[in-house]
């Protein structure tokens, strides 16, 4: 009789979470070397401050990542000028009262929706490439934004509800993190445990294998599209309470970031992966990271280098990837 091999539990347990296991364990070393060279850095408060920003950026790699689990070098780079023209139009329905504050979350919403499914035609049934067709949808909007704003102050601003939820924090620990554990706990629920996640993945790892076995390829990357916008214009109105108000440009710096959490996360650019919580950990990564450069006085520009060597890296392992497949 031949030997049955024991499963060794632990060794399981890593294959499967091992890149979120590094990804906690850099977010762990960047607070020590940041106490070690400033003295000031590995603190409860340092670390839910991180988490509080990070969570915006985490919220934006949502939207990536379900476009990378698609395939076909899925990226979004147009969630940032639709999380701007979200909250411009929510900002101005709301007008800073409780009671406008579905109608304007539905206006954001609805644009969200209109642009996801711009982006998804074009990428999903013309079979565009995804960075061409997402630069040019989010060029279209900043042309939109600068011709409605025309130099003008934007009226309008969040309702306060939105400001405590987003915005403000309980103690040391920020509001947000609620409404990030609620959107993680869906969006792994929706991946992991619904038909259309399944199709998703199974799209994501081989299209053709997909097609074959009766799932229209189209219509799951069409959707998956759709999703990241409407994702994208909920996240604007997150970044509007965040703020306390809107003005031109301000999702436009999360774009890189967003992209840069989902790779040191660990989600695979390769497409067929979904793992949330690593995107948040990558989040919180490139915060910190960006935290620490500020404390060592390299500023923005240090930031920038940061995010600009990671997605570097993540080019890197891509190709590595995409030739391994």
């Not at 709301?94 to 304007?104: A, F, P, W």
């Not at 229209?216 to 108000?245: E, Q």
């Amino acid at each position: 009789m031949g030997r049955t091999e024991k499963i060794n539990p632990l060794s399981t347990f890593w294959m499967k979470y091992q890149k979120q296991i590094v990804a906690a364990f850099i977010i762990l070393a960047l607070f020590v070397i940041g106490e070690i060279a400033t003295g000031h850095f590995l603190s409860v408060d340092q670390f839910f401050m991180t988490v509080k920003v990070a969570a915006l950026v985490a919220m934006f790699g949502l939207c990536q990542m379900i476009c990378a689990a698609s395939g076909a070098s899925g990226l979004d780079l147009s969630v940032g000028y639709v999380a701007t023209i979200a909250a411009i139009f929510a900002a101005k329905f709301m007008d800073g009262k409780n009671e406008n504050m579905l109608v304007g979350i539905l206006v954001a919403l609805a644009i969200g929706i209109v642009a996801g499914a711009v982006n998804g035609f074009f990428i999903a049934y013309l079979k565009l490439p995804a960075l061409v067709i997402t630069l040019a949808v989010s060029n279209i909007i900043q042309g939109i934004i600068n011709v409605y704003t025309a130099g003008a102050k934007i009226d309008g601003q969040p309702s306060p509800v939105l400001v405590t939820l987003f915005a403000k924090m309980n103690g040391v620990f920020p509001n947000i993190i609620y409404p990030l554990t609620v959107i993680a706990v869906i969006a792994m629920i929706i991946i992991y445990k619904t038909k259309w996640g399944q199709k998703l993945l199974a799209v994501g790892s081989n299209e053709t294998t997909a097609y074959l076995c009766g799932i229209n390829v189209k219509r799951v990357r069409f959707t998956a599209y759709v999703i990241s916008g409407t994702f994208a214009a909920f996240t604007g109105v997150a970044l509007l309470a965040y703020m306390n108000m809107a003005f031109k440009d301000m999702g436009s710096t999360y774009v890189m970031p967003s992209i840069a959490a989902v790779v040191v996360g660990g989600v695979s650019m390769a497409g067929g992966d979904g793992n949330y919580i690593g995107v948040i950990l990558g989040s919180i990564v490139l915060q910190t990271l960006t935290n620490l450069f500020y404390a060592l006085g390299l500023g923005e520009a240090g930031k920038w280098v940061g995010i600009g060597v990671v997605l570097l890296a993540v080019l890197i392992a891509y190709v590595r990837e995409k030739k391994k497949r």
